[in-house]
């Protein structure tokens, strides 16, 4: 299974930006999505989460309200939809691949990774 991510990139304060997350190998119904993010000298954090079926969702406390998931079966591609940025959600972004029972917030329940895209927000 592999998780290739893209759409980071350069924008203003305010701005909105979608990642996508395109899975191969596997059927995105198989498993709880996540994306997690890491700022220079910090830990990796925890973004949002969706179950397989796409019902049930978990926000990271940082970003409720300003950042959405999808799903786009067809494509086998998870989404994430960040609006009102703000500088300090400069990051490199992951998006993650859970498959077993245990909540995708924690990344010992991670399965796989995708290597990441850089977001950048200018104040």
Same mark, same amino acid.
Request: proline share 2%; with cysteine; hydrophobic share 30%.
């Given at each position: ?16 930006? &979608? ?6 190998? &596997?059927?995105?119904?198989? %498993? ?31 970003? &409720? ?5 999808? &799903? !786009? ?14 500088? !300090? !959600?400069?990051?490199? %972004? ?16 991670? !399965? ?12």
């Amino acid at each position: 299974v592999q998780l290739q991510a893209s759409g980071g990139g350069l924008v203003q304060a305010g701005g909105s930006l &979608r990642l996508s997350c395109a899975v191969s190998g &596997r059927t995105i119904s198989t %498993y709880a999505m996540a994306w997690f993010r890491q700022a220079p000298g910090k830990e990796r954090e925890f973004v949002i989460s969706n179950s397989r079926s796409g019902g049930e969702t978990h926000y990271g406390a940082s970003v &409720r309200g300003r950042v959405t998931i999808s &799903r !786009d079966n067809a494509k086998n591609t998870v989404y994430l939809q960040m609006n009102s940025l703000r500088p !300090d !959600d400069t990051a490199v %972004y992951y998006c993650a691949a859970a498959s077993g029972l245990g909540s995708p917030y924690y990344e010992t329940n991670i !399965d796989y990774w995708g290597q990441g895209t850089q977001v950048t927000v200018s104040s």
